[in-house]
């Protein structure tokens, strides 16, 4: 089968660690047989390429120079900061309007799959019906805070969910958010990770210092100053270090409040790494945290896909009990989950995995084992063929 693809996210160069789990998505899809194929927007100009042997169309919508509503941030981010963003996104969605009509008109593919169905779905709907094309749109959470902040973009989003053929979620939690939108099944389909498998893993807590390791978005709804605090809340600080992997629009204010906690020497951040840094920070790392909060504007993380990324290098995870994470963390059998915005709760749950062996080896074999259960490639391939079948003629629909 023939599937394009929508969003508004795609690696634009084969060293881009944009979205990976989307590219390891499509990967995994055409090793399945799919004929995959991504259609999202231009970067500065960048016209139609190839990534992994993925055909990624690009369309254009403004100036080389104004191209830059997404990727390295979130395209509301931007809107939101911005009067000639939020016109820019007005064009954004007339020429992907058109540029998807166009390349459905040339490549006929039999189902298109929309990611960040605002606007994208909305984007993806002329040709869908035109062309009689069965659609699909992913909710990853972001549409759905949009629909809490602007109340006109529920309306838009409960009409596109009933013009879908089919409605997926990243995690129960974004998919309960969805049906609270409007009454509709949605399946829930999850990420794997993103890396390739780990060699030469290290055995946690057998050196010191005792490293604590985050990788996300420097943003808000990460948590990122409630874990810097923790550090001060830790009973010898002198055992452990923090790294903070990543950049984002608050990195600068987080560098500034680490450089003035008294554990300042022991807090790092590297920065954007490469897939194979990553990897070594991971295998270099004692546990995993992600210190999610409900942020300033309701948002919160809808799975946490560094979690499977961290299960798979054998560490034990910390997390805050909100959003999609429960999905990956169950406490005490998955991992340790802490409320949120509490240092204290971070630093007693990092010591409680120092100080008991058998609970981290309990809590990494349980989440090796639910992550091999729910999040692994097979399991997410496996369900997207299914709800493709269904809505191609004679797939069971």
């Not at 240092?343 to 989440?367: I, M, N, T």
Request: hydrophobic share 45%; net charge positive.
């Amino acid at each position: 089968m023939k599937i394009l693809f929508f969003g508004s996210v795609f690696p634009r160069f084969p060293e881009d660690p944009e979205v990976p789990w989307l590219r390891e998505t499509l990967i995994r899809l055409r090793k399945a047989g799919v004929d995959a194929r991504m259609l999202a927007p231009s970067w500065g100009g960048l016209k139609d390429h190839e990534i992994d042997g993925i055909p990624v169309y690009r369309f254009r919508y403004g100036p080389a120079s104004w191209e830059r509503l997404t990727h390295d941030e979130g395209a509301p981010s931007k809107v939101a900061k911005s009067l000639r963003m939020r016109a820019l996104a007005a064009v954004y969605i007339l020429c992907g309007t058109v540029r998807c009509l166009r390349v459905c008109l040339k490549e006929r593919p039999d189902l298109l799959h929309v990611h960040w169905p605002f606007p994208h779905a909305l984007m993806a709907l002329p040709a869908a019906k035109l062309l009689r094309i069965p659609m699909v749109v992913n909710f990853h959470g972001a549409e759905l805070l949009l629909a809490r902040k602007f109340p006109w973009v529920a309306p838009v989003l409960r009409f596109l969910v009933g013009r879908s053929d089919a409605v997926v979620a990243n995690s129960g939690f974004t998919a309960g958010r969805v049906r609270a939108l409007r009454d509709a099944r949605v399946e829930v389909v999850p990420y794997g990770s993103p890396l390739p498998a780990f060699e030469g893993q290290a055995e946690p807590f057998a050196k010191t210092p005792r490293r604590i390791l985050f990788v996300g978005r420097h943003i808000e709804r990460k948590g990122i100053p409630f874990l810097i605090r923790a550090m001060e809340k830790l009973e010898n600080p002198a055992d452990w270090e923090l790294r903070i992997v990543g950049t984002g629009d608050v990195t600068e204010a987080l560098k500034a409040e680490a450089a003035d906690s008294a554990q300042a020497e022991r807090i790092v951040f590297t920065g954007k790494l490469s897939s194979g840094e990553l990897a070594r920070e991971y295998l270099g790392a004692d546990l995993f945290v992600l210190p999610a909060i409900v942020d300033s504007k309701g948002d919160t993380e809808g799975l946490g896909v560094v979690l499977i990324e961290a299960v798979a290098a054998g560490l034990p995870l910390v997390a805050s009990d909100v959003g999609g994470i429960p999905d990956v963390v169950t406490d005490g059998e998955t991992g340790l989950l802490v409320p949120e915005k509490d240092p204290v709760a971070l630093a007693r749950a990092f010591e409680r995995l120092a100080s008991d062996p058998a609970l981290r080896a309990k809590v990494v074999a349980g989440a090796k084992s639910r992550c091999a259960e729910l999040f692994s490639w097979e399991n997410v391939v496996a369900r997207l063929l299914g709800i493709y079948a269904a809505l191609l003629p004679g797939g069971g629909k």
